[in-house]
């Protein structure tokens, strides 16, 4: 196979990310669209509240995560074969569109609960190809050496869209209601497109071949892949457009491909690879232990221990600071050794702090200890964000960030109706204690996995 592959970066040949205007501008453009959707989240919450009851609101706010779940491997596909570049700006760009339009009917009219979920579901099928594509970008439009710091860069721009967003929606809703937070929204979104399309792409080589080679030592340089299935040929892409192919017998090869046969190659490529396909399983373990305990069992935690409402949200500050100072660190770093080890720390760390949640003996013991998780989840997440993004072939990027977004949206998420159900029958102790073994089952995983636990992020 003649794959993809962005060249050997040199420190002295690329700026740090942080200073670097082509990086700033797809963080600009990446937190333009974060912050538009926590006000879209918003604004959907309340509208579909004022427009039906308490249930039928919930149904409109889960039914986006449908298509998004059944959708997301083939939208990694889809960001694979057309480039995330384009992906990212045609789903903005549709994103904008819908919200906009429904901004409008609000203000027009009162046309009821089937327009939101009409929206809901719309908004859902884009992210199942927005999503990945998302995750693929960043390795065009940096080195390999500085992804790690991207990883902590985009780790601030959540941070800071879960901050300004819900005042931002909150203040749309209190000025012109639902539809004025719509229009919000979709403003914002729309910020996001001129910005990236200002965004210079990577050119990827399309002349180095290849072959499946298992016997390496474990300790390779990630420039060199080990791991690649050699029945494909993928075209590259600078500034979103497929260059000319010397080795025309392959190209014709690849543009035969259908895309199921894509489908089918990256998860065959995955499941060989001996970082990735270790580490998606630890991120799985580490979300599916995660989500329940910090979203519904904090909220029903706090209830019984009678934190109320404000209580509860400085337990949630906490984290978000931690979360924050992680991914201040991996910025202003850029990169921490011995990544594989030190990710397998995080995670076990992180995991008995997650159980110690629970017997926190008051708001300020709990408060700190989420800090602690916050700060432990968020390098342990960073790091394995990292690693993914530098472990894996640029070609299969879409794909594998999809595998990894159906495990952290799709598979995650039941949790959290099993949280609820087990901290009603055995009480919120033994529930976080058993997340948290499910969580530090993933630092285990990485620490059996000789070559993940190796693992290093490229200098």
Not at 57 to 67: D, E, K, R, T
């Amino acid at each position: 196979m003649t794959a993809t592959l962005i060249p050997p970066v040199h420190a002295a040949a690329d700026k740090p990310a942080h200073r670097d205007s082509n990086v700033l501008r797809w963080l600009g453009a990446y937190t333009a669209s974060m912050v538009g959707d926590n006000v879209y989240y918003l604004a959907l919450s309340w509208a579909a509240v004022q427009a039906g009851t308490p249930s039928q609101a919930g149904l409109v706010m889960a039914v986006s995560a449908v298509p998004r779940a059944l959708l997301m491997l083939g939208g990694g596909v889809v960001a694979d074969r057309f480039g995330p570049r384009r992906v990212v700006i045609g789903s903005d760009a549709v994103r904008c569109a819908a919200v906009l339009t429904v901004a409008a009917l609000l203000f027009a009219a009162s046309p009821g609960l089937w327009l939101l979920a009409l929206l809901a579901v719309l908004f859902g099928t884009v992210d199942a190809v927005f999503m990945p594509a998302v995750g693929a970008l960043p390795a065009r439009v940096t080195g390999r050496d500085q992804l790690a710091r991207v990883q902590g860069m985009r780790g601030l721009a959540i941070r800071f869209a879960n901050v300004v967003g819900a005042p931002l929606g909150g203040l749309g809703v209190a000025l012109g209601g639902a539809a004025a937070a719509f229009g919000l929204a979709g403003l914002l979104i729309a910020v996001s497109v001129p910005l990236l399309v200002s965004v210079r792409m990577r050119d990827l080589p399309t002349d180095v071949r290849t072959d499946v080679r298992t016997d390496l030592p474990t300790d390779v340089p990630t420039d060199v892949p080990t791991d690649v299935p050699t029945d494909v040929e993928v075209g590259g892409e600078a500034g979103g457009e497929a260059g000319p192919h010397p080795m025309g017998a392959a190209q014709d090869t690849a543009s035969r491909a259908t895309p199921w046969q894509d489908l089918r190659d990256g998860l065959r490529y995955i499941r060989g690879h001996r970082v990735l396909a270790p580490l998606l399983v630890a991120i799985a373990l580490g979300d599916l232990g995660f989500v329940g305990p910090l979203n519904v069992g904090l909220t029903l935690l706090a209830e019984q221990r009678g934190w109320g409402a404000s209580g509860m949200g400085w337990v949630l500050s906490g984290f978000g600071a931690g979360a924050g100072v992680a991914a201040l660190l991996l910025t202003v770093r850029g990169r921490l050794p011995h990544a594989g080890r030190v990710a397998a720390a995080s995670i076990l760390a992180g995991s008995v702090a997650i159980g110690a949640l629970a017997y926190a003996p008051s708001l300020v013991a709990a408060v700190g200890t989420a800090l602690l998780v916050g700060l432990l989840a968020g390098l342990s997440g960073a790091l394995c964000g990292a690693l993914l993004q530098t472990q894996a072939d640029p070609a299969y990027l879409g794909r594998v960030s999809s595998v990894a977004g159906i495990v952290s949206l799709g598979f995650a998420p039941l949790s959290m109706p099993l949280s609820a159900a087990a901290i009603g029958w055995w009480g919120t102790g033994p529930v976080f204690v058993t997340s948290a073994t499910v969580c530090g089952l993933g630092g285990v995983v990485v620490l059996c996995s000789g070559p993940l636990r190796r693992a290093q992020l490229p200098r």
